[in-house]
C-alpha cells in the first residue's frame, strides 16, 4: 500500500474533488439509489447521519491522540509479538514499504488488545465499543448495497463481517506534523494548474498508493487534510476532510462481489507542510472469514456481463495481498 520511501511529491497534477455526501436520514429509495451511484462512479463517498454517536467518536480519537502522545519508548512496548497486530512506526507490512507515519493494528472480530490492556486511557474499551459501532454501520450501508441492486439476499454482503471469524481489522493511523518545519516545500515544483493554496502544497508521502483488499472501508479521520483519490491514472484528487462524516471506500473484495460494478479506487496519504497539527484516522477495514469464498451473486452474472473473476478465498487473496509490494495491483490476478 506504500512507495517504497517516503519521497517527495513532484510534477503531480492535483485536481480538486467533492466526495458524494449520503445523508443515511432520507428516504430509503434515494439513499440506496445515491449509494449504488456513488460506489459505481467513485468507488468512495461521505456517510452523514450516520448513527454513531459523537461520544463514541470522541472518546476514541481521543484515546488514540493520548497512545500516539506517549514516550517512543512506551509505544514500542504495544509493539507486535508474533503476529502482525500493535504499534509500528514507518515500516508498513512485511516487504520494506515505508511511509511518515506511526500506526496501531488491531484484529477487529477477536478484540486482541492485549499488548495495551494496561493503557490508562482505556484505549481497550473505547476501541471495543468503537469497533461494534462502525462494524453496524458497514453492515447497514452493504445492505443498502445489495438492495439497491436488486439482489434477493440482502445480506449477502454483510454477512461476511457480522460473522464470528471475520478477519476484519481497526487500523488508527497518526501522521505527526513536523514540529522542526523541516519538510522540503515543492509547491512550486507540482503541476496544480491555479490551486496555489495551502493545502495544495504536498510534500511527502505519509501511506502510499493503494487499495483496499478487503470488503468495505469505514475511515474516520479528524479535520487535517492529506486523503487523496486517484480516479484517472496519473491525477490525484484531494478529499475535504470532514470530521462530522464517515468516509466509506469499496474494497477489492466488494468490487468483486459485485463482478466489477463497484469499483474500488487507488488512494494515498500525504503530508502537509503548512499544516500545524497531526492527522489521524481511524479506518475500519470489514473483511470475511479466511475460509470465505468470494464470488458474485448469481443476479450479477450475465450472458452480457459474464463473471470476470474466478471464484477464491478471502485467505487466498490476503496471501497474494501480503506476498507482493503493498501498491501492487492484485485484483488482475483472480480475472477470468
Not at 299 to 306: C, G, H, Q, S
Request: proline share 6%.
Amino acid at each position: 500500500m506504500v512507495v517504497a520511501s517516503p519521497t517527495s511529491i513532484q510534477n503531480e497534477k492535483i485536481q480538486p474533488f467533492e466526495l458524494p455526501i449520503i445523508d443515511l436520514a432520507e428516504e430509503r429509495s434515494i439513499v440506496m439509489k445515491n449509494i449504488v451511484k456513488a460506489s459505481e462512479e467513485f468507488g468512495f463517498f461521505n456517510v452523514i447521519n450516520h448513527g454513531v454517536s459523537n461520544d463514541t467518536i470522541t472518546k476514541m480519537e481521543e484515546a488514540g491522540f493520548d497512545f500516539f502522545a506517549k514516550p517512543v519508548e512506551q509505544k514500542k512496548l504495544a509493539m507486535p509479538i508474533g503476529d502482525s497486530f500493535g504499534y509500528g512506526s514507518k515500516n508498513i507490512g512485511i516487504n520494506g514499504d515505508m511511509g511518515e507515519i506511526e500506526y496501531l493494528l488491531f484484529n477487529a472480530s477477536t478484540q486482541l488488545f492485549r499488548t495495551i490492556s494496561n493503557d490508562p486511557s482505556n484505549l481497550r474499551s473505547r476501541a471495543s465499543e468503537y469497533t461494534d459501532a462502525v462494524m453496524n454501520l458497514a453492515c447497514e450501508i452493504l445492505e443498502l448495497m445489495a438492495e439497491g441492486m436488486g439482489v434477493p439476499d440482502t445480506l449477502c454482503f454483510s454477512r461476511f463481517i457480522r460473522e464470528v471469524e471475520s478477519d476484519s481489522i481497526l487500523r488508527l493511523n497518526h501522521y505527526p506534523h513536523d514540529h522542526n518545519n523541516n519538510i522540503l516545500n515543492i509547491n512550486k515544483d507540482c503541476d496544480i494548474g491555479t490551486h496555489n493554496s495551502p493545502s495544495y502544497n504536498y510534500t511527502k508521502v505519509g501511506f502510499g498508493e493503494h487499495s483496499d483488499p478487503q470488503i468495505l472501508t469505514i475511515l474516520r479521520s479528524n479535520d487535517v487534510d492529506g486523503l487523496q483519490i486517484s480516479l484517472q491514472d496519473g491525477q490525484w484528487s484531494p478529499v475535504t476532510p470532514d470530521p462530522s462524516a464517515f468516509c466509506v471506500n469499496v474494497g477489492d473484495l466488494l468490487e468483486v462481489m459485485t463482478n466489477g460494478r463497484f469499483v474500488s479506487v487507488r488512494h494515498r496519504v500525504v503530508t502537509n507542510s503548512y499544516n500545524n497539527k497531526s492527522r489521524m484516522s481511524i479506518a475500519y477495514f470489514g473483511a470475511p472469514p479466511l475460509n470465505a469464498c468470494i464470488v458474485a451473486p448469481p443476479l450479477m452474472v450475465t450472458p452480457e456481463r459474464p463473471s470476470l473473476f474466478r471464484p477464491f478465498t478471502w485467505a487466498e487473496y490476503k496471501k497474494a495481498t501480503y506476498s507482493l509490494r503493498l501498491g501492487d495491483t492484485r485484483i488482475h490476478l483472480f480475472r477470468n
